[in-house]
């Protein structure tokens, strides 16, 4: 394996050495910082979506629309900032999709219509999806100069970011106005971009060798061509049956609850905080496994333990193992859309982040709704196995995916088949 990620300079135990890790270990606390912004400026926003619903006197109906924003923004940007991180560089684009997402998070509290809303939610919408693709691709480069798997370790920070925004919001949301709320959240974006920006800048990554001239080196991610892009595209869908699985049980796991099982409102609504948590908790763990496991071995039991706890949770008699069941699930999708994401990145750099976040963006878009028709023509809880059979799906893929590589990636243990 060539050692694609040691500095041409610093000898082991040399100074420089120390130097390279100092400056590594700063670049991934900034990096996290950005990770947390992430998932707690878009939960300070989706609390405050009653309000602003009321705010601009819009149906059930024009506000679903408005919210489509918010996609359509993410999806078209994702694409473009793949090659903006190639022109510009993965970490300033990290830093200005950061500033745009705080600046706009305090418009949608500025408008009156459904129609206004929708406009200004583009802009959100093209800021949240900069920053992903932008913020991933870094990590990429960061666990290859690492060499450790640490990529579950910054989607944790997303979903701690989450649950702190999410549950500051339900605290001020009955004494704050949405526009004092969205407002003082830019404000706090802002100083955190202003913190982390410098530090993500300041510190670079140990220069790289000339892979080309290594004679044990994996080719470039260009040489493979067609290989590379259906691998990426592989990748892409892991991704989206992840996130089908996210967005079917935010909108769809407290109804499920309430409307089949019976359960008081406050435990229904409690479900899905039991899977973010189990999802936040599975992630801080990631690293670990998958050093200890590998990659596939990740995605495989990842995929089933989610596949089991879905059927749980969607087809248990009783509430309390409904939400054990949820719990499970968590636990099994935790980290398999980091590793999608880090193994894409890792093929095909920001272009590969850029393709498995929109796929997995679209599957938390594909979500919500087929599971709405699936209810109609069926029952809501054979809706919800259509999760399980994904997420068994994403670790079949998984395999199928390794078995197609017939490299394996630095930061993966030997320990995969």
Known sequence: MPLLNKSRTAAPGSHGEDLARHSLNRLRTALTLFFALDGFLFAGWVVRIPAIKEQTGASASALGMALLGVSAGAVVTMTLTGRLCGRFGTRPVTVVAGALMSLSIALP???????????????????????????????????????????PSFHAAFSLGGMIGAGIGG???????????????????????????????????PA???????????????????????????????????????GALADWGALHLEQDLHAHPGIAAAGYALFALAMTVGRLTGTTLLERLGQTRVLAAGGATAAAGMLIGALAPTTWLALAGFAVTGLGLANIFPVAVGRAGALAGPSGVATASTLG???????????????????????????????????????AARASTRHRHPSEPSRTH
């Open 109 to 151: 509290a500025q408008t009156h219509s459904a129609l206004a809303l929708g406009l200004v939610l583009l802009a959100f919408g093209a800021a949240y999806g900069g920053i992903n693709v932008a913020m991933n691709s870094v990590a990429v480069e960061l666990v290859a100069a690492l060499r450790r798997p640490v990529m």
């Open 361 to 399: 963006y679209g599957g938390m878009l594909l979500g919500p709704p087929a599971i709405g028709f699936l209810a109609d023509w069926f029952s809501l809880p054979v809706a919800l196995t259509t999760v399980a059979g994904l997420a068994a799906a994403a670790g079949v893929i998984g395999c």
């Open 208 to 246: 790289l060798p000339d892979v080309a001239t290594s004679p044990t080196a994996t080719p470039a991610p260009a040489a493979r061509g067609s290989r590379t892009r259906r691998l990426v595209v592989l990748f892409g869908v892991i991704a989206l049956c992840t996130a089908y699985g996210e």
């Open 171 to 205: 605290l001020v949301a009955a004494g704050l106005s949405p526009a004092a709320h969205l407002l003082s959240l830019t404000v706090i974006g802002l100083l955190i971009t202003a913190v982390a920006g410098p530090m993500l800048l300041r510190h670079r990554l």
